[in-house]
């Protein structure tokens, strides 16, 4: 869906409600930018991981509303890169090349195993946070 040149004609709640925001049950952020892998490699982690989470829409083994997918610039970590983080797992995976992004989409995605030669960190998000004190 290619809503980006008509977004200044809407309002935030009305782009969130286009693009299923709501919906998801897990967020992928993918890091393409800093100093934490080769430039370019990022980029092409994140074509790929795009390509990918399509055709297993496509396919039917993932359904449609399952992952919203997030390219940042930086996740701070800037070594071991691309970086990629699934939340709500909060699972933090390194070294995230097509060929890893396929494992993690089978085994993680799919199977709901971590691929644990690729994550160096786990923080995942729960439903009991405390609400911030006034």
């Not at 399509?54 to 997030?70: A, I, N, S, W």
């Not at 940042?72 to 995976?93: F, K, S």
Request: aromatic letters at 6%; proline letters at 8%.
């Amino acid at each position: 869906m290619s809503s980006k040149p008509d977004r200044q004609d809407r309002s935030e709640e009305q782009i969130a409600a286009a693009l299923g925001i709501g919906r998801y049950r897990r967020h992928i952020l993918y890091c393409t930018g800093g100093s934490c892998a080769p430039e370019g490699e990022g980029n092409v982690g994140w074509t790929h991981l795009k390509a990918r989470l399509k055709q297993l829409v496509d396919q039917g083994r993932l359904p449609p509303d399952e992952v919203f997918r997030t390219k940042v610039g930086c996740l701070r970590i800037c070594r071991g890169g691309p970086i990629l983080l699934i939340y709500p797992e909060g699972t933090w995976y390194r070294g995230a090349t097509p060929e890893v992004i396929d494992r993690i989409l089978e085994e993680h995605l799919l199977q709901g195993r971590v691929v644990e030669s690729n994550a160096f960190a786990h923080n995942p998000l729960t439903c009991e946070l405390e609400p911030p004190a006034p």
